[in-house]
């Protein structure tokens, strides 16, 4: 017996294959084919098993939506024609106090049918389903001005004719506002839930750009640290700094309630915003000293703050801000940073213009001190006076805004003191300022100023006496 080379045993492995029988072979590839086939068959039967779960799903989804949907019409409807039993059958809740809110709720519908243009066409901008919650959000149309409501709903099982299943409208779940996300923009990052995505997308550059835009107007020392802004479906609704962040604004959905639907920022959030913004970035300039009410320096920040909002939205309120506007005018664009800077000294009005004028107020030229605008000024004194006389102890206070030095100054602020309809009136609205310097070097600030109480017109004079405005009558 020899030994085998390795290419006589391939050689004959290769004639045995050569060997086989056809038939076998044949067989073999059938089996193999069948076997191919079997996969691809239960491959097919598992897909259209899928798809027809799919489509079941999807089914049973657009019949919950449509439902929704459905109901939603109904509500509405109920509101627009005014049928209350109607629209109470869809409310339900385990709180009565829920159901009261809502009977409330229907009756100031229609009182506001009677008073505005109101259309209710029941469009459904979003809806949104969780398992049994559902969350639509509705447009309403007030005046022409176009408004969303969040409604939430509750996908209840039929157990019966004396307790019909389908959605209904509950309590409003502030936990069913979607999921976080954030975004960033400049130094500044927003926060928020889906339900206020737009709101987010719109806030987030406009706040970035006022936060570096306040510390470059104020010429703050240092930039103060980042922006954050978290948009909270809660209540009560507020805009607020946080109790745990200082550099974190507050602020409430404003899907919590009604919500104008013609600006991704309604108009009196941005309004509130800037506002905010402002004054957190006044006090950041004068090295974060608080500035107590009612002192010359709390004035001074308010009216910075009211000037930057204006820098940051283009709108104020009346007479907010002209008076830092008339003194850039006089003393340039530096003059509002140099005031923020003098406020962690509580200076008075005559110490803070000081530090941009190098003089005192009764120093500075008569035709100066004319140009800048004082109403904002005199209608804080006048607001301060009213509420001094409101106080049981703010006769004080309210003393040291006379100028005692006249006996009938003096006299005439006695009997506003002792005479409690002073306490009760509104103060007076200032119309004009006229700054006018006598012979002799007196100061006086004629203001005429419009009576709530009568609609007349008064004058009312204050002298500049030691660096302050005093009351004269």
């Not at 038939?23 to 097919?44: D, F, K």
């Not at 039929?158 to 389908?166: E, F, N, Y």
């Not at 300039?285 to 283009?314: C, H, K, M, R």
Request: with cysteine; net charge negative; aromatic share 8%.
């Amino acid at each position: 017996m020899g030994i085998k080379l390795d290419w006589q045993i391939e050689s004959e492995q290769t004639q045995a294959r050569a060997g086989e029988d056809p038939e076998a072979r044949r067989q073999r590839h059938v089996a193999r084919r069948r076997l191919l086939l079997l996969i691809v068959g239960l491959a097919a039967v598992l897909i259209a098993a899928g798809a027809a779960i799919y489509w079941r799903l999807n089914q049973v989804d657009s019949q919950y939506r449509q439902d929704l949907l459905d109901t939603v019409e109904v509500e509405t409807t109920a509101l627009r024609i005014g049928d209350f039993a109607g629209f109470m059958a869809v409310q339900r809740s385990a709180s009565d106090a829920f159901m009261l809110d809502q009977s409330r709720a229907f009756e100031a519908y229609q009182q506001l049918k009677q008073t505005h243009s109101v259309d209710l066409p029941g469009t459904v901008v979003d809806a949104t389903i969780d398992h049994l919650r559902g969350r639509v959000v509705v447009q309403e149309i007030i005046d022409g001005v176009p408004y969303n409501v969040a409604w939430f709903y509750w996908f209840y099982e039929d157990k019966g004719s004396t307790d019909q299943g389908g959605w209904r409208h509950v309590p409003a779940d502030l936990t069913f506002w979607g999921d976080e996300a954030e975004i960033t923009s400049g130094a500044a990052t927003v926060t928020y839930h889906t339900l206020d995505a737009a709101l987010a997308a719109a806030l987030a550059p406009r706040v970035g750009t006022w936060w570096s835009q306040g510390c470059q107007l104020l010429q703050c020392t240092a930039l103060p640290p980042d922006l954050r802004v978290d948009i909270v479906a809660e209540r009560p609704a507020a805009l607020e700094w946080a109790t745990y962040d200082a550099w974190t604004l507050r602020i409430t959905s404003p899907l919590v309630d009604r919500a104008r639907a013609d600006a991704a920022i309604p108009p009196d959030l941005n309004t509130s915003i800037a506002q905010a913004l402002a004054r957190r970035l006044v006090r950041y300039a004068a090295s974060d000293s608080v500035t107590p009410p009612p002192t010359d320096a709390a004035w001074i920040a308010d009216e910075l703050a009211g000037w930057l909002s204006w820098q940051f939205t283009g709108s104020a309120a009346a007479s907010t801000g002209e008076f830092t506007r008339s003194l850039i005018a006089q003393y340039g664009a530096g003059a509002p940073g140099t005031l923020a800077r003098t406020l962690p000294s509580q200076p008075t009005l005559d110490a803070a213009l000081s530090a941009i004028t190098g003089q005192s107020l009764a120093q500075i030229p008569g035709e100066t001190l004319a140009a800048l605008d004082w109403r904002g000024f005199f209608q804080w004194r006048l607001d301060v006076e009213a509420e001094l006389l409101a106080q049981v102890d703010g006769s004080a206070a309210l003393l040291d805004l006379y100028d005692l030095e006249s006996a009938s100054a003096a006299s005439e602020v006695a009997r506003r003191i002792e005479d409690p309809t002073y306490a009760s009136r509104t103060a007076p609205q200032v119309q004009v300022v006229n700054v006018l310097r006598d012979d002799s070097g007196q100061t006086y600030a004629y203001v005429d100023a419009v009576r709530a109480e009568d609609g007349a017109t008064t004058q009312i004079i204050w002298r500049l006496a030691n660096g302050s405005w005093k009351r004269s009558n």
